[in-house]
């Protein structure tokens, strides 16, 4: 987030502030799973939910447009819950027959997803690893040891447009823009 403030700072600006720790209690009853302590610390500086008059209905997720890419973005408390309502199933997985490779685990928290919630990112609440899914293919666990080695690359690719070496994207007017 220093590096999103430091070279995109309109930007930055507009994201919401941090999630309190009642609001992450209320979340993690309501969803039956803990989570992970890296989680905790991202939303507790960052929720990054949209204002409810921003909230647009015709969408699965809503988030804040062009970070940490054009096609997806970080998901605040509410918008977790929603996706994670959506995709949890009450047999702790999906399908239920594959209980060793599924679609999906409840144990699986989506902190980032496209507006269809179609495809995304997600932190195991049972190891703290991230993994991604996309709806009909086979999801990939394991993709980041964590969510720091996660926004460690997001840290490397923000570093790539702030020097301009990114292909598709630049800050403009203070704000990142994808081509």
């Known amino acids: ?17 941090p999630a309190t720790e009642q609001m992450l209690a209320a979340a993690e009853e309501r969803m ?4 992970p302590q890296d989680l905790r610390a991202w939303l507790l500086q960052n929720n990054l939910d949209l204002p409810e008059e921003d909230v647009d209905d015709e969408v699965q997720c809503c988030g804040f ?17 929603n996706l994670y309502a959506n995709r949890s199933s009450p047999g702790g997985f999906d399908p239920p027959d594959r209980p060793d490779n599924p679609f999906w685990r409840n ?36 993709a980041y040891e964590s969510l720091a080695h996660y926004f460690d690359s997001v840290a490397g690719m923000l570093t790539k ?7 598709v994207c630049e800050v403009v007017e203070g704000r990142l823009v994808w081509s």
């Open 1 to 17: 987030m220093d590096l999103l403030r430091q070279h995109a700072p309109a930007g930055h600006a507009d994201l919401p502030g």
């Open 32 to 35: 039956g799973v803990s989570f």
């Open 65 to 81: 447009a062009g970070f940490p890419d054009e096609g997806s973005f970080f998901l605040g408390i509410r918008a977790m819950e």
């Open 107 to 142: 144990e699986w928290i989506p902190f980032l997803s496209d507006q269809d919630g179609w495809s995304g990112e997600f932190i195991d609440a049972r190891d703290g690893r991230i993994g991604t899914w996309f709806v009909g293919e086979i999801t990939v666990t394991g």
């Open 161 to 167: 447009v702030a020097d301009g070496g990114h292909p």
